[in-house]
């Protein structure tokens, strides 16, 4: 099993973050409903390394309920270094995908069910715009602090659900963890989500979970058995990713940066038994802050590793909102084990290696 080294950074001591009191007053405003700022003159700063001013945007706000049990929540969680210690609830995801961003990091974006009560989810990041084709295909509520702004015009454009934090109501459905390094603080939980989502005018939200990766009848797949993967997404390996088999856990256990990866609120490692290796073109940087755009759309490569077996195939997605069909190299959708689903979205140029048994 190949490791990986890197100089080990120090973590920064957090500053109090002063608005927690604020955020609490505005909650009991909201309570009793008082509406204590104007939604439209709103314009927020996301601090980081990776960030630049993004402009906020609004939800309109209704008494209609349109949740739904089994409806999908997409949040943004961050992967900066600066976050790896602070990153809540992607063991409880029920699809995760992880891909690309400027300066060489990665982020996801973790789907889940608002019914699943995860109690703390984040830190809620900023969004990209290849992202959002992903969010509607699901049709899911999407979180996120801020974005691009090709990001933001194009949340509007296809019209989006999204709950921002950078809003005047962004207390009300996130938090801020005074306990960790600020920008990668911010935190929500699937029952602040069942409450924006039901404040949100929309009431022809219903997409669901359970429709783009078909159940196997049978856990027993035939492929070729895999050892391990190693993904080389960046050039100081800081965001290279590796998921190793673990044969007493029956499932893929995830590296980065050499080192076991694990969820903060169990302190568990991650475990995953559909992994989804997806080929994509190459990333292109669209600006001066290095951004890039990804293509997602129409047809590429795929290898799936279901329950420690590789099988190769391809995956198609014909539009912005159709949904992305994984195939067999037989054309068959492919199928999985009933686990959560892991996609690795890697542009062309970032090597690969699979290690079989």
């Keep these: 099993m190949t490791k990986i080294s890197f100089d080990a950074i120090k973590k920064r001591q957090s500053k109090p973050y002063w608005y927690l009191l604020v955020g609490f007053i505005i909650m009991v405003a909201a309570g009793a409903g008082i509406v204590l700022f104007s939604p439209d003159a709103n314009t927020a700063v996301e601090l980081g390394v990776d960030e630049t001013l993004v402009q906020s945007t609004d939800m309109t706000i209704s008494s209609t309920v349109v949740a739904t049990s089994t409806h999908p929540v997409a949040v943004m969680i961050d992967n900066h270094f600066d976050a790896w210690e602070s990153q809540f609830g992607l063991s409880r995801a029920a699809v995760v995908y992880h891909t690309v961003v400027e300066g060489g990091a990665t982020r996801f974006m973790a789907l889940f069910d608002l019914n699943s009560g995860v109690d703390k989810i984040g830190p809620v990041r900023?969004?990209?715009?290849?992202?959002?084709?992903?969010?509607?295909?699901?049709?899911a509520l999407f979180v996120h602090v801020g974005g691009s702004p090709e990001a933001l015009d194009d949340i509007q454009y296809y019209n989006i659900t999204n709950i921002n934090e950078m809003t005047s109501y962004g207390p009300t459905f996130f938090y801020r963890d005074d306990g960790f390094l600020q920008p990668h603080n911010t935190f929500t939980t699937t029952d602040r989500m069942r409450l924006g989502l039901n404040t949100i005018d929309r009431a022809d939200v219903y997409g669901s979970l359970f429709d783009v990766f078909p159940i196997a009848e049978s856990a027993r797949v035939i492929g070729a058995a895999v050892d391990s993967i190693y993904i080389d997404y960046s050039s100081r390996s800081t965001y290279d990713v590796e998921y190793v088999w673990n044969d007493a856990r029956a499932a893929l256990y995830r590296y980065r940066a050499g080192e076991q990866q694990f969820d903060a609120a169990t302190h568990n490692v991650l475990e995953i038994r559909n992994l989804i290796l997806q080929s994509i073109p190459a990333a292109v940087v669209?600006?001066?802050?290095l951004?890039?755009?990804?293509?997602?759309?129409?047809?590429?490569?795929?290898?799936?590793?279901?329950?420690?077996?590789?099988?190769?195939?391809?995956?198609?997605?014909?539009?912005?909102?159709?949904?992305?069909?994984?195939?067999?190299?037989?054309?068959?959708?492919?199928?999985?084990?009933?686990?959560?689903?892991?996609?690795?979205?890697?542009?062309?140029?970032?090597?690969?290696?699979?290690?079989?048994?």
Excluded at 126 to 139: H, T
Excluded at 286 to 289: A, G, L, N, S, Y
């Design 126 to 139: 900023s969004a990209r715009p290849y992202f959002l084709p992903w969010v509607a295909e699901y049709d």
């Design 286 to 289: 669209v600006d001066e802050q």
């Design 291 to 357: 951004r890039v755009q990804l293509d997602v759309l129409g047809r590429g490569d795929a290898i799936y590793i279901v329950n420690g077996m590789r099988v190769d195939g391809y995956w198609e997605k014909a539009s912005y909102d159709s949904k992305t069909r994984y195939y067999t190299s037989d054309d068959e959708l492919m199928r999985f084990v009933d686990s959560p689903v892991w996609i690795e979205v890697i542009p062309e140029g970032v090597a690969m290696q699979i290690v079989p048994q």
